[in-house]
């Protein structure tokens, strides 16, 4: 028998596991069996239509992302069991930084094993005390734990509401450097920052902008570059981060792109890049060969587009309320959080797969399913799914048409 208090413990996490279960806020795990893609296979053995991953572009099953990994497991093998600067840096993790550099407009790069970490690792290295971080509401959980680490003063606008930022760039109005932050586009409500507001602010207070733009490297702007080209900002943003784990192939990795001198002293100091592994060869060759695909054609973002245009159009037609916008994240509005879960089950139950969204998470009164659309849906696979929300509108008399 353990000591009392270590048992203490474990009936703390036992009761506390229970209130989430409680509360309806219990998070559980869906099996896949198949690759991810526009459908899937669940261990129950349906299969289902996906409207829920980050595969904006199609690729993370595709079969030319598994053949470029391959690829680049055989030049570079498996791993480095290195940190990048022991012996952890391979021909292929520079080329990629080049080309991220390239893509984005920006004069150098840095890899992460994920965006949370290039996040994490961003604010610490280059701001202090005398410094603030001005960052939007709503910004991504590891932008808020980055700007937790540094000793820079913390300050919040509120979300994408341009006149509260100028208040608290006036309210910091002392500090040696001011940071803008924001996420590039809102993970809830598919939002685009407006960036060249932003940008004009910047200006006018001498402050620095940086943005996260994981759900916009890619495919957002007409190349694909994010939504500093949607917005005609290119190089008037200072930092761009982003995700190699969602339209660029799906597998994992982030990255910090900015100025030379800002990646020289993220190289020198940034933790999560000092004190954990290289991303893997196999990664950072196939994110090379995508990015290489996506400055050759148009192809999968004009399908992206057209995908999302399509969608958008056809569930306002049915009568549902959507979020309004351009963004492949769409929004469809229930309000009610018991419904929103009643629904998403039976549009599971229908063969289609999305999430539904409730308080915490999104504000009260505002639950939602969030439909994700990729360049892989075929057309075919659009009408079923919007069939099928045409059903379960129905039976929950949800539609007025
Ligand atoms: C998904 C996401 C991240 C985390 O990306 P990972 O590479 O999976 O760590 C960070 N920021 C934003 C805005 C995201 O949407």
Same mark, same amino acid.
């Given at each position: 028998?353990?000591?009392?208090?270590?048992?203490?413990?474990?009936?703390?996490?036992? =009761?506390?596991?229970?209130?989430?279960?409680?509360?309806?806020?219990?998070?559980?795990? /869906?099996?896949?069996?198949?690759?991810?893609?526009? @459908?899937?296979?669940?261990?129950?053995?349906?299969?289902?239509?996906?409207?829920?991953?980050?595969?904006?572009?199609?690729?993370?099953?595709?079969?030319?992302?598994?053949?470029?990994?391959?690829?680049?497991?055989?030049?570079? %093998?498996?791993?480095?069991?290195?940190?990048?600067?022991?012996?952890?840096?391979?021909? +292929?993790?520079?080329?990629?930084?080049?080309?991220?550099? =390239?893509?984005?407009?920006?004069?150098?790069?840095?890899?992460?094993?994920?965006?949370?970490?290039?996040?994490?690792?961003?604010?610490? *290295?280059?701001?202090?005390?005398?410094?603030?971080?001005?960052?939007?509401?709503?910004?991504?959980?590891?932008?808020?734990?980055?700007?937790?680490?540094?000793?820079?003063?913390?300050? /919040?606008?509120?979300?994408?509401?341009?006149?509260?930022? @100028?208040?608290?760039?006036?309210?910091?109005?002392?500090?040696?450097?001011?940071?803008? +932050?924001?996420? %590039?586009?809102?993970?809830?409500?598919?939002?685009?920052?407006?960036?060249?507001?932003?940008? =004009?602010?910047?200006?006018?207070?001498?402050?620095?902008?940086?943005?996260?733009?994981?759900?916009?490297?890619?495919?957002?702007?007409?190349?694909?570059?994010?939504?500093? @080209?949607?917005?005609?900002?290119?190089?008037?943003?200072?930092?761009?981060?982003?995700?190699?784990?969602?339209?660029?192939?799906?597998?994992?990795?982030?990255?910090?792109?900015?100025?030379?001198?800002?990646?020289?002293?993220?190289?020198?100091?940034?933790?999560?890049?000092?004190?954990?592994?290289?991303?893997? *060869?196999?990664?950072?060759?196939?994110?090379?060969?995508?990015?290489? /695909?996506?400055?050759?054609?148009?192809?999968?973002?004009?399908?992206?587009?057209?995908?999302?245009?399509?969608?958008?159009?056809?569930?306002?037609?049915?009568?549902?309320?959507?979020?309004?916008?351009?963004?492949?994240?769409?929004?469809?509005?229930?309000? =009610?959080?018991?419904?929103?879960?009643?629904?998403?089950?039976?549009?599971?139950?229908?063969? +289609?797969?999305?999430? %539904?969204?409730?308080?915490?998470?999104?504000?009260?009164?505002?639950?939602?399913?969030?439909?994700?659309?990729?360049?892989?849906?075929?057309?075919?696979?659009?009408?079923?799914?919007?069939?099928?929300?045409?059903?379960?509108?129905?039976?929950?008399?949800?539609?007025?048409?």
């Amino acid at each position: 028998m353990a000591p009392a208090a270590k048992m203490h413990f474990y009936a703390e996490l036992d =009761d506390a596991l229970r209130g989430l279960r409680d509360q309806g806020l219990f998070k559980s795990e /869906r099996v896949i069996v198949s690759r991810q893609g526009s @459908e899937v296979v669940c261990d129950d053995g349906r299969t289902l239509i996906n409207l829920c991953a980050n595969n904006y572009l199609g690729l993370s099953g595709d079969e030319t992302m598994a053949q470029a990994a391959i690829h680049a497991i055989k030049q570079y %093998g498996y791993g480095l069991s290195s940190v990048r600067f022991i012996c952890g840096t391979q021909t +292929v993790h520079k080329q990629l930084e080049r080309a991220l550099a =390239d893509f984005l407009g920006m004069e150098d790069a840095i890899l992460y094993a994920a965006a949370f970490d290039a996040n994490g690792g961003l604010f610490e *290295p280059l701001f202090d005390e005398r410094d603030a971080v001005i960052s939007d509401a709503l910004n991504h959980a590891s932008i808020i734990d980055g700007i937790r680490l540094c000793k820079a003063d913390r300050l /919040r606008y509120q979300h994408n509401d341009m006149a509260d930022l @100028e208040a608290q760039l006036q309210a910091a109005a002392g500090k040696r450097h001011r940071l803008i +932050v924001t996420d %590039g586009v809102f993970s809830m409500d598919g939002t685009i920052a407006q960036l060249d507001k932003i940008c =004009d602010l910047a200006d006018k207070y001498g402050a620095l902008v940086m943005v996260d733009d994981s759900h916009a490297t890619g495919f957002m702007g007409t190349t694909g570059r994010g939504t500093h @080209e949607l917005h005609g900002v290119m190089g008037r943003v200072d930092i761009v981060t982003g995700t190699l784990g969602k339209a660029l192939g799906g597998a994992m990795g982030g990255f910090t792109a900015a100025r030379r001198e800002v990646i020289d002293m993220l190289r020198q100091k940034s933790r999560p890049y000092l004190f954990s592994n290289t991303l893997a *060869p196999a990664i950072a060759g196939a994110s090379l060969s995508v990015l290489q /695909r996506l400055s050759a054609s148009s192809e999968l973002r004009d399908r992206l587009h057209a995908n999302t245009a399509y969608f958008r159009d056809a569930i306002g037609k049915l009568g549902f309320t959507i979020k309004p916008g351009t963004h492949p994240i769409v929004p469809v509005m229930l309000f =009610d959080a018991p419904l929103a879960q009643q629904f998403a089950r039976r549009l599971y139950e229908l063969g +289609v797969l999305v999430t %539904g969204f409730f308080y915490p998470v999104v504000p009260m009164g505002q639950a939602r399913v969030r439909v994700q659309i990729s360049a892989a849906h075929t057309q075919d696979q659009l009408d079923r799914a919007l069939e099928a929300f045409a059903q379960v509108g129905d039976e929950l008399s949800l539609l007025y048409r």
